[in-house]
T-cell receptor, first 113, second 115 residues
Framework: AQSVTQLGSHVSVSEGALVLLRCNYSSSVPPYLFWYVQYPNQGLQLLLK??????LVKGINGFEAEFKKSETSFHLTKPSAHMSDAAEYFCAVKGGGYQKVTFGTGTKLQVIP | EAQVTQNPRYLITVTGKKLTVTCSQN?????MSWYRQDPGLGLRQIYY???????DKGDVPEGYKVSRKEKRNFPLILESPSPNQTSLYFC??????????????FGPGTRLTVL
């Protein structure tokens, strides 16, 4: 069985401040981990993914995430928030075989000018 | 342009009136899936298909049907919709079932309201 926990359903940061969105996973097999972003009234778009090649993963729009096996975490960060980063972010895990993906409950990021 | 399309984008209907939400992808993907998104619950998988004529239940299949007669299409059928099926629905596809690192591509969503 696999699961994902996203801490904080809403996160607010000031423009230019560090963005940190938390994700912890549970998987009985080595996981593949994903972060997706959903802008208002749109579908989900892949930000980045961990596929065991490197523990620090860089994605689009300046985001990155670090896989920490000892902490079972895959937190998403961005050094400096931009107004356009306001969206909902989903962490997801794949590890149960085939293409079964389990999503977290999402974190809405608000960027304050 | 590579994409997943869904129709309709918005739908208001009444309890018990059968409806179909279409999903089509132009990337020759084998794997397709339907999710529903509800506030505070994230995305939950309804049904998935690993190839033509191969479908299986996800986490919340009750009240839904699917079919996969062609590789590109994966319609979601609600034979007797109920208000608890009011939700935002997403179709997604990915290229192979073997590559677990493969990215899923999502459609734009269908917002369904059942009165």
């Amino acid at each position: 069985a696999q699961s994902v926990t996203q801490l904080g359903s809403h996160v607010s940061v000031s423009e230019g401040a560090l963005v940190l969105l938390r994700c912890n996973y549970s998987s009985s097999v080595p996981p593949y981990l994903f972060w997706y972003v959903q802008y208002p009234n749109q579908g989900l778009q892949l930000l980045l993914k961990y596929t065991s090649a490197a523990t620090l993963v860089k994605g689009i729009n300046g985001f990155e995430a670090e896989f920490k096996k000892s902490e079972t975490s895959f937190h998403l960060t961005k050094p400096s928030a931009h107004m356009s980063d306001a969206a909902e972010y989903f962490c997801a895990v794949k590890g149960g075989g085939y293409q079964k993906v389990t999503f977290g409950t999402g974190t809405k990021l608000q960027v304050i000018p | 342009e590579a994409q997943v399309t869904q129709n309709p984008r918005y739908l208001i209907t009444v309890t018990g009136k059968k409806l179909t939400v279409t999903c089509s992808q132009n990337m020759n993907h084998e794997y397709m899936s339907w999710y529903r998104q509800d506030p505070g619950l994230g995305l939950r998988q309804i049904y998935y298909s690993m190839n033509v004529e191969v479908t299986d239940k996800g986490d919340v299949p009750e009240g839904y049907k699917v079919s996969r007669k062609e590789k590109r299409n994966f319609p979601l059928i609600l034979e007797s919709p109920s208000p608890n099926q009011t939700s935002l629905y997403f179709c997604a596809s990915s290229s192979t079932i073997q590559d677990l690192t493969d990215t899923q591509y999502f459609g734009p969503g269908t917002r369904l309201t059942v009165l």
